[in-house]
């Protein structure tokens, strides 16, 4: 074996080690069982997937916070616990009457790895749900529960988009955190979709939102 092949093979399992971690995480996440026999049962699963259908390489940015992603635990898990409860209480008092919506939320980032971490993170809290992803405008489309208002769709937009600028300071790229550092500061968000149209000749792809 060539020393060009054998470092061909290396980079090309390198691409595919976080897809292939995160197929191992979402397997034990699906089956609430992170036991050492479900993972290593879920990490067969992922080589076989692997091997069997092609995976496109995940970009990575080159940078992960580990501070910013014990950090993000702990706010996962209260969101989670405060939206059970949410759900409940919706279910109970509210019943039928209750208004839903499918809302399309525009991303700041292209990345493959954040608009599928993000999907995670939605499909794991309970009330949300994405339902569709439009990778060519970084859109996710999410079906969410009581978006009685326009304001309350709004709110929604928002919170998914500040998932994602958790996730951009965890593992986004150096200039998506500048982005996420100077709308705190009080610049105004700019999506993918907004930056592909500032551009000369830029695609003009619109979001609707639907309810």
Known sequence: MSKMTRVGQKSAFVQKLPLFIWLVVVWGALWRDFSVGNLVFGAIIA??????????PVELSGRFNVLRAVLFLPWFLRKV?????????WAVVKGPNIRNAVIAVPLRSP????MTSVGHVLSLI??????EVDRGSSTLYV?????????AAEKVRHDIQYIEARLIEVMGTKAELAAVRAERSGAAMVSYVQSRQAQPGGACATTQEVQ
Do not use: K, R
């Open 47 to 56: 080589v076989a997937i692997s091997q069997v259908f092609y995976l496109p």
């Open 126 to 131: 309970p009330g949300s749900l994405v339902v």
């Open 143 to 151: 079906h969410a529960m009581n978006v009685p208002t326009p304001d």
């Open 81 to 89: 616990t405060v939206a059970s409860f949410e759900v409940l209480y």
């Open 111 to 114: 990345s493959d790895l954040l």
